[in-house]
Protein backbone atom coordinates (compact mmCIF):
# COMPACT_ATOMS: atom_id res chain seq x y z
CA UNK A 1 0.00 0.00 0.00
CA UNK A 2 1.14 3.68 0.14
CA UNK A 3 1.77 4.28 3.50
CA UNK A 4 -0.05 2.66 6.49
CA UNK A 5 -0.64 5.91 8.35
CA UNK A 6 -0.91 8.01 4.92
CA UNK A 7 -4.57 8.29 4.88
CA UNK A 8 -5.13 9.38 8.64
CA UNK A 9 -2.11 11.96 8.00
CA UNK A 10 -2.73 13.24 4.67
CA UNK A 11 -6.02 15.43 3.45
CA UNK A 12 -7.57 14.77 0.02
CA UNK A 13 -6.32 17.58 -2.37
CA UNK A 14 -7.54 17.65 -5.95
CA UNK A 15 -6.43 19.98 -9.10
CA UNK A 16 -7.93 23.65 -8.71
CA UNK A 17 -10.79 24.70 -10.76
CA UNK A 18 -10.91 28.27 -12.14
CA UNK A 19 -13.26 30.46 -10.38
CA UNK A 20 -17.16 30.56 -12.85
CA UNK A 21 -16.77 34.08 -14.10
CA UNK A 22 -13.02 33.49 -14.83
CA UNK A 23 -13.71 30.13 -17.06
CA UNK A 24 -16.79 31.15 -18.67
CA UNK A 25 -15.07 33.60 -20.74
CA UNK A 26 -13.33 30.65 -22.24
CA UNK A 27 -13.80 27.17 -23.66
CA UNK A 28 -10.47 25.45 -22.34
CA UNK A 29 -10.01 22.71 -19.25
CA UNK A 30 -9.89 24.93 -16.34
CA UNK A 31 -8.65 22.81 -13.41
CA UNK A 32 -4.99 23.17 -12.76
CA UNK A 33 -3.03 19.63 -11.95
CA UNK A 34 -1.17 19.45 -8.60
CA UNK A 35 2.78 19.41 -9.35
CA UNK A 36 4.08 15.59 -9.28
CA UNK A 37 5.28 16.05 -5.27
CA UNK A 38 2.31 16.84 -4.30
CA UNK A 39 0.17 14.27 -6.64
CA UNK A 40 2.27 11.61 -4.96
CA UNK A 41 1.57 12.51 -1.65
CA UNK A 42 -1.99 12.01 -3.13
CA UNK A 43 -0.95 8.89 -3.42
CA UNK A 44 -0.33 7.91 -0.11
CA UNK A 45 -3.79 8.00 1.48
CA UNK A 46 -4.51 4.83 -0.17
CA UNK A 47 -5.61 2.10 1.90
CA UNK A 48 -4.49 -0.88 -0.45
CA UNK A 49 -8.11 -2.20 1.46
CA UNK A 50 -8.64 -6.35 1.89
CA UNK A 51 -11.47 -5.91 -0.31
CA UNK A 52 -11.06 -3.16 -2.27
CA UNK A 53 -13.82 -2.00 -4.23
CA UNK A 54 -12.69 0.94 -5.93
CA UNK A 55 -11.76 -1.98 -9.05
CA UNK A 56 -14.40 -4.41 -8.29
CA UNK A 57 -16.95 -3.03 -11.00
CA UNK A 58 -19.78 -5.07 -9.79
CA UNK A 59 -23.46 -4.50 -9.65
CA UNK A 60 -24.67 -3.30 -6.32
CA UNK A 61 -29.03 -2.88 -6.28
CA UNK A 62 -28.46 -2.03 -10.28
CA UNK A 63 -25.55 0.34 -9.92
CA UNK A 64 -22.06 0.05 -10.51
CA UNK A 65 -19.40 -0.08 -7.77
CA UNK A 66 -16.03 1.11 -8.80
CA UNK A 67 -14.46 0.81 -12.10
CA UNK A 68 -16.13 -1.18 -14.86
CA UNK A 69 -12.74 -1.55 -16.00
CA UNK A 70 -11.08 -3.36 -13.11
CA UNK A 71 -8.57 -1.04 -13.29
CA UNK A 72 -5.74 -2.01 -10.79
CA UNK A 73 -6.19 1.23 -8.66
CA UNK A 74 -4.60 0.20 -5.05
CA UNK A 75 -1.13 -0.85 -7.33
CA UNK A 76 -0.57 1.96 -9.24
CA UNK A 77 -1.51 4.39 -6.40
CA UNK A 78 1.22 2.85 -4.38
CA UNK A 79 3.14 3.20 -7.54
CA UNK A 80 2.72 6.77 -7.78
CA UNK A 81 3.17 7.71 -4.08
CA UNK A 82 6.62 5.65 -4.71
CA UNK A 83 7.73 7.78 -7.31
CA UNK A 84 7.78 5.03 -9.73
CA UNK A 85 5.59 7.01 -12.17
CA UNK A 86 6.59 4.35 -15.66
CA UNK A 87 5.52 1.43 -13.73
CA UNK A 88 2.36 3.01 -12.41
CA UNK A 89 1.75 3.72 -16.55
CA UNK A 90 2.43 0.10 -16.99
CA UNK A 91 0.14 -0.83 -14.70
CA UNK A 92 -2.97 1.73 -15.45
CA UNK A 93 -2.49 0.77 -19.01
CA UNK A 94 -3.21 -3.05 -18.24
CA UNK A 95 -6.33 -2.14 -18.02
CA UNK A 96 -7.22 1.21 -19.84
CA UNK A 97 -6.48 1.95 -23.06
CA UNK A 98 -7.54 5.79 -22.13
CA UNK A 99 -6.62 7.06 -18.65
CA UNK A 100 -6.42 10.47 -21.07
CA UNK A 101 -10.00 10.26 -21.50
CA UNK A 102 -11.86 8.71 -18.31
CA UNK A 103 -8.66 10.73 -16.27
CA UNK A 104 -10.95 13.55 -17.79
CA UNK A 105 -14.47 12.71 -18.17
CA UNK A 106 -15.22 9.75 -15.71
CA UNK A 107 -17.65 10.62 -13.16
CA UNK A 108 -15.17 8.45 -10.71
CA UNK A 109 -17.03 5.01 -9.58
CA UNK A 110 -13.50 4.20 -8.30
CA UNK A 111 -13.93 7.01 -5.86
CA UNK A 112 -17.54 6.29 -4.97
CA UNK A 113 -16.63 3.17 -3.79
CA UNK A 114 -13.49 4.19 -1.74
CA UNK A 115 -13.49 2.57 1.69
CA UNK A 116 -11.44 5.69 2.52
CA UNK A 117 -14.49 7.62 1.30
CA UNK A 118 -16.83 5.45 3.64
CA UNK A 119 -15.53 7.83 6.26
CA UNK A 120 -14.12 10.61 4.89
CA UNK A 121 -12.85 12.21 1.66
CA UNK A 122 -12.18 9.09 -1.05
CA UNK A 123 -8.35 9.08 -2.60
CA UNK A 124 -8.33 11.15 -5.51
CA UNK A 125 -8.07 8.25 -8.35
CA UNK A 126 -8.77 9.91 -11.21
CA UNK A 127 -6.47 12.59 -10.92
CA UNK A 128 -4.09 10.22 -10.06
CA UNK A 129 -5.13 8.44 -12.66
CA UNK A 130 -4.83 11.80 -15.23
CA UNK A 131 -1.19 12.50 -13.69
CA UNK A 132 0.26 8.97 -14.76
CA UNK A 133 -1.09 9.56 -18.09
CA UNK A 134 0.32 13.12 -18.83
CA UNK A 135 3.48 12.50 -17.16
CA UNK A 136 3.76 9.01 -19.30
CA UNK A 137 3.40 11.83 -22.58
CA UNK A 138 5.37 14.51 -21.38
CA UNK A 139 8.39 11.28 -20.45
CA UNK A 140 7.92 9.38 -23.33
CA UNK A 141 6.18 6.20 -22.36
CA UNK A 142 3.20 6.92 -24.10
CA UNK A 143 4.77 6.61 -27.45
CA UNK A 144 3.41 4.17 -29.97
CA UNK A 145 5.07 0.59 -30.15
CA UNK A 146 3.91 -1.03 -33.40
CA UNK A 147 3.06 -4.77 -33.66
CA UNK A 148 6.06 -6.58 -34.55
CA UNK A 149 4.58 -9.25 -36.41
CA UNK A 150 1.07 -9.06 -38.53
CA UNK A 151 -1.04 -11.86 -38.77
CA UNK A 152 -2.72 -11.21 -42.20
CA UNK A 153 -6.35 -10.68 -40.76
CA UNK A 154 -8.43 -7.26 -41.34
CA UNK A 155 -11.01 -5.95 -39.52
CA UNK A 156 -13.11 -2.96 -39.93
CA UNK A 157 -14.67 -1.06 -37.13
CA UNK A 158 -17.59 1.27 -37.82
CA UNK A 159 -17.41 4.09 -35.43
CA UNK A 160 -14.50 6.19 -33.37
CA UNK A 161 -16.01 6.88 -30.07
CA UNK A 162 -14.37 5.07 -26.69
CA UNK A 163 -15.97 1.40 -27.77
CA UNK A 164 -14.66 1.32 -31.37
CA UNK A 165 -11.11 3.11 -30.40
CA UNK A 166 -10.23 0.81 -27.64
CA UNK A 167 -11.63 -2.46 -29.90
CA UNK A 168 -9.26 -0.82 -32.25
CA UNK A 169 -5.99 -0.32 -30.14
CA UNK A 170 -6.29 -3.93 -28.94
CA UNK A 171 -6.83 -6.04 -31.96
CA UNK A 172 -3.88 -3.88 -33.68
CA UNK A 173 -1.63 -4.48 -30.63
CA UNK A 174 -2.63 -8.25 -31.65
CA UNK A 175 -1.00 -7.86 -35.03
CA UNK A 176 -4.70 -8.02 -37.32
CA UNK A 177 -5.06 -4.64 -39.11
CA UNK A 178 -7.68 -2.89 -38.30
CA UNK A 179 -9.54 0.10 -40.32
CA UNK A 180 -11.54 2.31 -38.22
CA UNK A 181 -14.52 4.04 -40.31
CA UNK A 182 -16.39 7.24 -38.95
CA UNK A 183 -18.88 9.53 -40.33
CA UNK A 184 -17.84 12.80 -39.18
CA UNK A 185 -14.84 14.62 -40.40
CA UNK A 186 -12.91 13.97 -37.06
CA UNK A 187 -12.20 11.10 -35.13
CA UNK A 188 -13.59 10.33 -31.23
CA UNK A 189 -17.29 10.25 -31.73
CA UNK A 190 -18.81 11.49 -29.02
CA UNK A 191 -16.19 12.41 -27.15
CA UNK A 192 -14.99 14.69 -29.97
CA UNK A 193 -18.96 15.96 -30.97
CA UNK A 194 -20.57 15.40 -27.91
CA UNK A 195 -18.30 16.50 -24.94
CA UNK A 196 -17.61 20.06 -24.86
CA UNK A 197 -14.08 21.74 -25.04
CA UNK A 198 -13.94 22.99 -22.06
CA UNK A 199 -14.12 19.01 -20.35
CA UNK A 200 -12.46 17.49 -22.93
CA UNK A 201 -10.02 19.24 -25.08
CA UNK A 202 -10.25 18.00 -28.84
CA UNK A 203 -6.19 18.02 -28.60
CA UNK A 204 -6.19 15.50 -26.51
CA UNK A 205 -7.97 13.34 -28.76
CA UNK A 206 -6.07 13.92 -31.58
CA UNK A 207 -2.98 12.99 -29.75
CA UNK A 208 -4.12 9.55 -29.33
CA UNK A 209 -5.47 9.19 -32.91
CA UNK A 210 -2.47 9.87 -34.01
CA UNK A 211 -0.21 6.94 -31.64
CA UNK A 212 -2.89 4.96 -33.01
CA UNK A 213 -1.57 5.63 -36.88
CA UNK A 214 1.67 5.21 -35.64
CA UNK A 215 1.25 2.17 -34.34
CA UNK A 216 -0.70 0.94 -37.33
CA UNK A 217 -4.36 2.01 -36.92
CA UNK A 218 -5.96 3.27 -40.36
CA UNK A 219 -8.49 5.71 -39.74
CA UNK A 220 -11.36 6.66 -42.90
CA UNK A 221 -13.37 9.86 -41.40
CA UNK A 222 -16.26 11.12 -43.49
CA UNK A 223 -17.49 7.88 -44.53
CA UNK A 224 -20.83 7.03 -43.64
CA UNK A 225 -21.05 2.78 -43.57
CA UNK A 226 -24.45 1.96 -44.68
CA UNK A 227 -24.78 4.81 -46.80
CA UNK A 228 -21.54 6.31 -48.72
CA UNK A 229 -20.03 2.78 -47.38
CA UNK A 230 -22.34 -0.63 -48.25
CA UNK A 231 -22.47 -3.22 -45.64
CA UNK A 232 -21.63 -6.15 -48.38
CA UNK A 233 -18.50 -4.53 -49.62
CA UNK A 234 -17.47 -4.42 -45.90
CA UNK A 235 -18.13 -8.23 -45.15
CA UNK A 236 -15.91 -8.70 -48.36
CA UNK A 237 -13.48 -6.84 -48.19
CA UNK A 238 -12.81 -7.87 -44.31
CA UNK A 239 -12.37 -10.88 -41.89
CA UNK A 240 -14.52 -9.80 -39.37
CA UNK A 241 -16.84 -6.23 -38.66
CA UNK A 242 -17.45 -4.57 -35.32
CA UNK A 243 -20.12 -2.03 -34.92
CA UNK A 244 -19.09 0.52 -32.63
CA UNK A 245 -21.69 3.15 -34.05
CA UNK A 246 -22.96 4.29 -30.52
CA UNK A 247 -26.63 5.14 -29.34
CA UNK A 248 -27.41 8.24 -31.63
CA UNK A 249 -31.58 7.98 -31.59
CA UNK A 250 -32.39 11.35 -29.43
CA UNK A 251 -35.49 10.43 -27.31
CA UNK A 252 -37.79 13.45 -28.51
CA UNK A 253 -40.48 15.47 -25.99
CA UNK A 254 -43.89 14.84 -28.15
CA UNK A 255 -45.74 17.78 -26.92
CA UNK A 256 -48.33 20.48 -28.91
CA UNK A 257 -45.78 23.15 -30.67
CA UNK A 258 -42.97 20.63 -31.10
CA UNK A 259 -42.44 22.12 -34.96
CA UNK A 260 -41.90 25.77 -33.80
CA UNK A 261 -38.05 26.96 -34.37
CA UNK A 262 -35.56 27.50 -32.13
CA UNK A 263 -35.99 23.71 -30.73
CA UNK A 264 -33.23 21.31 -31.26
CA UNK A 265 -31.71 18.22 -29.69
CA UNK A 266 -29.59 18.54 -27.35
CA UNK A 267 -26.30 16.81 -29.55
CA UNK A 268 -26.87 18.58 -32.41
CA UNK A 269 -26.51 21.72 -30.20
CA UNK A 270 -23.44 20.59 -28.51
CA UNK A 271 -21.65 19.42 -31.98
CA UNK A 272 -22.18 22.38 -33.77
CA UNK A 273 -20.32 24.37 -30.93
CA UNK A 274 -17.72 22.46 -31.05
CA UNK A 275 -17.46 22.44 -34.85
CA UNK A 276 -18.05 26.10 -34.56
CA UNK A 277 -15.12 26.28 -32.23
CA UNK A 278 -12.90 24.26 -34.43
CA UNK A 279 -13.63 25.92 -37.79
CA UNK A 280 -10.03 27.53 -37.45
CA UNK A 281 -9.17 24.26 -39.15
CA UNK A 282 -10.58 23.51 -42.65
CA UNK A 283 -11.05 20.25 -41.94
CA UNK A 284 -14.10 20.81 -40.00
CA UNK A 285 -16.01 21.49 -42.63
CA UNK A 286 -18.11 24.08 -40.38
CA UNK A 287 -20.69 26.01 -42.28
CA UNK A 288 -22.18 29.35 -40.51
CA UNK A 289 -25.25 28.73 -40.93
CA UNK A 290 -24.99 25.19 -38.69
CA UNK A 291 -24.46 27.52 -35.54
CA UNK A 292 -26.73 27.18 -33.25
CA UNK A 293 -26.08 30.28 -30.69
CA UNK A 294 -27.78 30.85 -27.39
CA UNK A 295 -25.92 34.76 -26.98
CA UNK A 296 -28.85 36.62 -25.86
CA UNK A 297 -31.24 34.20 -25.53
CA UNK A 298 -33.38 32.65 -22.56
CA UNK A 299 -32.63 28.76 -22.87
CA UNK A 300 -34.50 25.74 -21.53
CA UNK A 301 -32.59 22.83 -21.27
CA UNK A 302 -35.30 19.74 -20.50
CA UNK A 303 -33.16 16.97 -18.96
CA UNK A 304 -31.33 17.17 -16.08
CA UNK A 305 -28.37 14.43 -16.70
CA UNK A 306 -24.69 15.14 -17.95
CA UNK A 307 -25.82 16.08 -20.83
CA UNK A 308 -27.94 18.92 -19.59
CA UNK A 309 -25.49 20.42 -17.87
CA UNK A 310 -22.88 20.76 -20.85
CA UNK A 311 -25.29 22.42 -22.41
CA UNK A 312 -26.05 24.97 -19.40
CA UNK A 313 -22.18 25.34 -19.46
CA UNK A 314 -22.04 26.00 -23.32
CA UNK A 315 -24.99 28.30 -23.17
CA UNK A 316 -23.37 30.68 -20.29
CA UNK A 317 -20.52 30.62 -22.31
CA UNK A 318 -22.37 31.99 -25.39
CA UNK A 319 -23.65 34.43 -23.49
CA UNK A 320 -27.22 33.43 -23.14
CA UNK A 321 -29.61 35.82 -21.11
CA UNK A 322 -31.08 33.01 -18.74
CA UNK A 323 -31.09 29.04 -18.58
CA UNK A 324 -33.49 26.95 -16.80
CA UNK A 325 -32.90 22.99 -16.35
CA UNK A 326 -35.70 20.98 -16.17
CA UNK A 327 -35.36 17.80 -14.35
CA UNK A 328 -38.44 15.00 -14.18
CA UNK A 329 -36.88 13.14 -10.95
CA UNK A 330 -37.24 14.69 -7.42
CA UNK A 331 -33.75 16.47 -6.26
CA UNK A 332 -31.36 13.89 -4.89
CA UNK A 333 -30.57 14.29 -0.92
CA UNK A 334 -27.86 15.66 0.40
CA UNK A 335 -26.40 12.74 1.73
CA UNK A 336 -26.70 9.29 1.51
CA UNK A 337 -29.79 7.76 2.31
CA UNK A 338 -30.37 4.99 4.78
CA UNK A 339 -31.08 2.86 1.65
CA UNK A 340 -28.26 3.77 0.14
CA UNK A 341 -25.23 2.37 1.76
CA UNK A 342 -21.89 2.42 0.77
CA UNK A 343 -20.31 1.36 -1.42
CA UNK A 344 -23.47 1.62 -3.61
CA UNK A 345 -22.99 4.22 -6.17
CA UNK A 346 -24.31 7.50 -3.76
CA UNK A 347 -27.54 8.83 -4.95
CA UNK A 348 -26.87 12.51 -3.68
CA UNK A 349 -26.95 15.97 -5.17
CA UNK A 350 -24.09 16.73 -7.69
CA UNK A 351 -23.68 20.36 -8.52
CA UNK A 352 -21.69 20.17 -11.53
CA UNK A 353 -19.31 22.95 -13.48
CA UNK A 354 -22.20 23.82 -15.32
CA UNK A 355 -24.75 24.95 -12.91
CA UNK A 356 -21.92 26.23 -10.63
CA UNK A 357 -21.31 28.85 -13.53
CA UNK A 358 -25.02 29.57 -13.74
CA UNK A 359 -25.35 29.83 -10.22
CA UNK A 360 -22.49 32.35 -10.20
CA UNK A 361 -23.71 34.63 -13.45
CA UNK A 362 -27.46 34.30 -12.54
CA UNK A 363 -27.76 33.90 -9.01
CA UNK A 364 -29.31 30.25 -8.79
CA UNK A 365 -29.33 26.84 -9.63
CA UNK A 366 -31.06 26.38 -12.56
CA UNK A 367 -32.19 23.07 -12.14
CA UNK A 368 -35.93 22.81 -11.53
CA UNK A 369 -37.01 19.49 -10.57
CA UNK A 370 -39.82 17.61 -10.86
CA UNK A 371 -40.85 19.41 -13.71
CA UNK A 372 -41.47 18.96 -17.94
CA UNK A 373 -42.58 20.43 -20.89
CA UNK A 374 -46.49 20.20 -21.89
CA UNK A 375 -46.35 22.34 -24.49
CA UNK A 376 -44.36 24.33 -26.81
CA UNK A 377 -45.53 27.81 -27.03
CA UNK A 378 -44.45 30.10 -30.83
CA UNK A 379 -45.41 33.30 -32.80
CA UNK A 380 -47.14 33.29 -35.97
CA UNK A 381 -44.53 32.98 -37.81
CA UNK A 382 -43.83 29.77 -35.35
CA UNK A 383 -40.81 31.13 -33.76
CA UNK A 384 -40.55 29.62 -30.42
CA UNK A 385 -41.17 31.96 -27.71
CA UNK A 386 -41.61 30.15 -24.63
CA UNK A 387 -42.92 26.80 -22.99
CA UNK A 388 -46.13 25.78 -20.83
CA UNK A 389 -44.32 23.35 -17.88
CA UNK A 390 -46.06 20.93 -15.54
CA UNK A 391 -45.10 19.30 -11.85
CA UNK A 392 -44.76 16.12 -11.34
CA UNK A 393 -45.37 13.19 -8.65
CA UNK A 394 -44.09 9.88 -7.89
CA UNK A 395 -47.14 7.65 -8.17
CA UNK A 396 -47.27 3.63 -8.75
CA UNK A 397 -49.04 2.26 -11.94
CA UNK A 398 -51.75 0.06 -11.13
CA UNK A 399 -51.08 -1.99 -14.07
CA UNK A 400 -47.52 -2.86 -13.84
CA UNK A 401 -46.69 -1.55 -10.10
CA UNK A 402 -43.78 -0.05 -11.25
CA UNK A 403 -43.16 3.56 -9.97
CA UNK A 404 -44.15 6.05 -12.68
CA UNK A 405 -44.18 10.61 -12.54
CA UNK A 406 -47.37 11.82 -13.05
CA UNK A 407 -48.95 15.17 -13.92
CA UNK A 408 -50.40 16.92 -11.22
CA UNK A 409 -53.26 18.66 -12.60
CA UNK A 410 -53.52 22.83 -11.85
CA UNK A 411 -49.54 23.05 -11.86
CA UNK A 412 -48.95 24.32 -15.54
CA UNK A 413 -46.90 27.18 -15.77
CA UNK A 414 -45.27 29.54 -18.58
CA UNK A 415 -41.64 30.22 -19.15
CA UNK A 416 -40.45 32.87 -21.71
CA UNK A 417 -38.05 30.36 -23.84
CA UNK A 418 -36.03 32.00 -26.94
CA UNK A 419 -34.21 28.02 -27.38
CA UNK A 420 -34.97 24.77 -26.06
CA UNK A 421 -32.64 22.19 -25.49
CA UNK A 422 -33.83 18.37 -25.33
CA UNK A 423 -31.52 16.42 -23.38
CA UNK A 424 -33.50 13.48 -22.81
CA UNK A 425 -31.08 10.76 -23.57
CA UNK A 426 -31.06 8.34 -26.32
CA UNK A 427 -32.96 5.29 -27.57
CA UNK A 428 -30.43 3.07 -29.17
CA UNK A 429 -28.57 2.72 -32.59
CA UNK A 430 -29.55 4.25 -36.13
CA UNK A 431 -32.17 1.71 -38.27
CA UNK A 432 -30.23 2.27 -41.41
CA UNK A 433 -27.17 0.86 -40.02
CA UNK A 434 -28.73 -2.14 -38.34
CA UNK A 435 -31.01 -2.69 -41.53
CA UNK A 436 -27.68 -2.60 -43.82
CA UNK A 437 -26.08 -5.83 -41.84
CA UNK A 438 -29.38 -7.17 -41.22
CA UNK A 439 -28.84 -7.41 -37.29
CA UNK A 440 -31.63 -7.56 -35.51
CA UNK A 441 -32.34 -4.89 -33.12
CA UNK A 442 -33.38 -6.16 -29.16
CA UNK A 443 -36.20 -4.67 -26.96
CA UNK A 444 -34.60 -1.33 -26.36
CA UNK A 445 -33.47 -1.07 -30.46
CA UNK A 446 -29.71 -1.73 -29.43
CA UNK A 447 -27.61 -4.12 -31.26
CA UNK A 448 -28.66 -7.77 -30.28
CA UNK A 449 -25.78 -10.24 -29.61
CA UNK A 450 -25.90 -13.68 -28.03
CA UNK A 451 -26.23 -13.71 -24.16
CA UNK A 452 -23.00 -13.36 -23.20
CA UNK A 453 -21.36 -12.70 -26.08
CA UNK A 454 -20.42 -9.62 -28.76
CA UNK A 455 -21.56 -11.60 -32.10
CA UNK A 456 -24.71 -10.49 -34.01
CA UNK A 457 -27.38 -13.03 -35.55
CA UNK A 458 -24.75 -12.19 -38.52
CA UNK A 459 -21.77 -14.16 -39.50
CA UNK A 460 -18.39 -12.33 -38.89
CA UNK A 461 -20.58 -9.17 -37.33
CA UNK A 462 -19.99 -8.59 -33.83
CA UNK A 463 -21.35 -5.15 -31.72
CA UNK A 464 -19.70 -2.92 -28.63
CA UNK A 465 -20.42 -0.31 -26.74
CA UNK A 466 -23.37 1.89 -26.82
CA UNK A 467 -24.79 0.38 -29.79
CA UNK A 468 -25.11 -3.06 -27.98
CA UNK A 469 -25.56 -1.73 -24.65
CA UNK A 470 -27.72 1.31 -24.52
CA UNK A 471 -26.57 4.86 -23.98
CA UNK A 472 -24.04 4.60 -20.94
CA UNK A 473 -20.21 5.87 -19.90
CA UNK A 474 -17.26 6.01 -21.27
CA UNK A 475 -15.70 3.71 -19.31
CA UNK A 476 -18.10 1.14 -19.97
CA UNK A 477 -17.62 1.74 -23.85
CA UNK A 478 -14.03 1.31 -23.10
CA UNK A 479 -14.54 -2.16 -21.50
CA UNK A 480 -16.65 -3.38 -24.53
CA UNK A 481 -14.11 -2.40 -26.90
CA UNK A 482 -11.44 -4.53 -25.45
CA UNK A 483 -14.37 -7.02 -24.62
CA UNK A 484 -15.41 -7.52 -28.07
CA UNK A 485 -11.88 -7.67 -29.11
CA UNK A 486 -10.63 -10.61 -27.25
CA UNK A 487 -14.27 -12.63 -28.82
CA UNK A 488 -12.95 -11.05 -32.48
CA UNK A 489 -9.32 -12.60 -32.04
CA UNK A 490 -10.55 -15.65 -30.89
CA UNK A 491 -12.52 -16.00 -33.49
CA UNK A 492 -10.12 -15.36 -36.01
CA UNK A 493 -6.87 -17.17 -34.17
CA UNK A 494 -9.11 -19.92 -32.59
CA UNK A 495 -7.12 -18.37 -28.89
CA UNK A 496 -7.18 -14.80 -27.55
CA UNK A 497 -3.84 -13.85 -24.74
CA UNK A 498 -6.05 -10.33 -24.97
Given at each position: MGKPTGFMEYDREDARA??????????????????????????????????????????????????????????????????????????????????????????????????????????????????????????????????????????????????????????????????????????????????????????????????????????????????????????????????????????DIKAPGREAKGICFAVDYLKAATRHLLSADKKSGTKEEDFISAKKKKVVIIGGGDTGNDCVGTAIRQGCAAVVQLEMMPKPPDARAKDNPWPEWPKVLKTDYGQEEAIAVFGRDPRVYQTTVKEFLKDKNDRLTGVVTVKLEQKKDEKTGRTVMAEIAGSEERLDADLVLIAAGFLGTEKYVADAFGVKPDARTNIETAEGSYATNVKNVFAAGDARRGQSLVVWAIREGREVAREVDASLTGYSYL
Open positions: AAPRERIAHYHEFHTPLPRERQQVQGARCMNCGVPFCQAGVEIMGMTSGCPLNNLVPEWNDLVYHGNWEQAYARLKKTNNFPEFTGRVCPSLCEAACTCGHWEDPVTCKANELGIIENAYEQGYAAAVPPRVRTGKKIAVVGSGPAGLAAADQLNKRGHSVTVFERDDRIGGLLMYGIPNMKLEKWVIDRKADVMREEGVVFQTGVNVGKDKKAAALLKEYDCVILACGAKQPR
